[in-house]
């Protein structure tokens, strides 16, 4: 059971790696394009901050905080942890 919830974290974790990168290469793409006049969507991005961006950063810090700390603590205590 424990080693199926760390792999659903995991697999989203790794989806929301995914969507941190494309939102970070998305605004240095619009940024630049903002420089030479050229529209990118920067002005979309920064709609889309606080509802999408901003709680994906912090799910990705908490994610991997909680992922790792579970793994540490598994390794640390092993088998007196879990239940009969």
């Given at each position: 059971?424990?080693?199926k919830?760390?792999n ?5 974790l ?5 969507l941190v990168l494309?939102?970070f290469f998305?605004f240095?793409?619009?940024v630049?394009g903002?420089?030479t006049?050229?529209?990118l969507?920067?002005?979309?991005w920064?709609s ?8 994906a950063?912090g799910?990705?810090?908490a994610?991997?905080?909680?992922s790792g700390l579970?793994?540490?603590l598994?390794k640390?205590?092993?088998?007196s942890?879990?239940?009969?």
């Amino acid at each position: 059971m424990k080693e199926k919830l760390l792999n659903w974290l995991n697999l989203f974790l790794v989806a929301d790696v995914f969507l941190v990168l494309f939102s970070f290469f998305w605004f240095a793409i619009a940024v630049v394009g903002r420089s030479t006049g050229i529209n990118l969507g920067l002005d979309l991005w920064y709609s889309l901050w606080d509802p999408l961006f901003t709680p994906a950063i912090g799910i990705l810090m908490a994610g991997a905080l909680i992922s790792g700390l579970s793994s540490w603590l598994f390794k640390r205590f092993g088998n007196s942890l879990e239940r009969p």
